[in-house]
């Protein structure tokens, strides 16, 4: 994170053990112009995790007529993560956006079970 700026990057691999089925492998979802989330863990996890989100992401959207602020989202994400906490997704979220007017840096982490880790530079 910089001043009004953040980064967010991944590789596209693929893999199951130590071997490669694929290069091409998306790993960040932009939810809207200045907020990102990366998901890594098990591919069929991420997947529906990604699909559960952007549902409630509309809602919210829906509901609210505006854009979520990143610390709001990753209460959200925290709490999808939490309720599943006895057979949890596994995935592990970092999410990176900019909040308020002034365009200020957020960057959070994850575990599984959604306890947050925050940030001002890296994560």
Excluded at 48 to 63: A, D, G, P, V
Excluded at 113 to 121: I, M, N
Aim: glycine residues 8%; proline residues 4%.
């Amino acid at each position: 994170a910089g001043k009004n700026c953040v980064g967010i990057a991944s590789d596209r691999r693929y893999g199951q053990y130590q071997t490669t089925i694929a290069t091409d492998a998306q790993k960040i979802w932009k939810i809207h112009d200045k907020l990102y989330i990366g998901l890594s863990g098990l591919a069929t996890d991420v997947q529906t995790f990604i699909e559960k989100l952007k549902f409630r992401i509309t809602l919210y959207q829906l509901r609210e007529e505006r854009d979520i602020k990143p610390s709001c989202f990753a209460q959200l994400v925290s709490t999808m993560l939490y309720e599943k906490r006895f057979g949890p997704y596994f995935v592990e979220p970092v999410i990176a956006g900019l909040e308020g007017p002034n365009n200020e840096p957020y960057l959070c982490a994850m575990d599984l079970l959604g306890c947050t880790s925050t940030a001002k530079g890296f994560v």
